[in-house]
């Protein structure tokens, strides 16, 4: 499974991002994907997670502003950013449950100025 994360970028205190994950390669039977994310000097923590059944799951401190979703014809989860806050500045990295194994993307660096 290769995964492909993008949407990252520089936006002030407020807005909105929406990060993509695209899947390719053996994508069947991926249980779920998801997104943790790192910022500098911290330790990584889980964003959401969503299953292959559409069921999600967030962290406490994304509740009612993140959203995650999948398209399933395109092999594509997506995580809506809103209201942003500096503190959400981060390298996001998105993942893939399959089979016992656990497959990374590349992360894409999140800035939220004040």
């Known amino acids: 499974v290769q995964l492909q994360a993008s949407g990252g970028g520089l936006v002030q205190a407020g807005g909105s991002l929406r990060l993509s994950c695209a899947a390719s390669?053996?994508?069947?039977?991926?249980?779920?994907i998801g997104w943790y994310r790192q910022a500098p000097g911290k330790q990584r923590e889980s964003v959401a997670i969503?299953?292959?059944?559409?069921?999600?799951n967030y962290a406490d401190s994304m509740k009612g502003r993140f959203t995650i979703s999948r398209e399933n014809a395109k092999n594509t989860v997506y995580l809506q950013m809103n209201s942003l806050k500096p503190e959400d500045t981060a390298v996001y990295y998105c993942?893939?449950?399959?089979?016992?194994?656990?497959?990374w993307g590349q992360g894409t660096l999140v800035t939220v100025s004040s």
């Open positions: 993942y893939a449950q399959r089979l016992n194994r656990v497959y």
């Open positions: 390669g053996s994508t069947f039977s991926i249980n779920a």
């Open positions: 969503i299953s292959s059944d559409g069921s999600t």
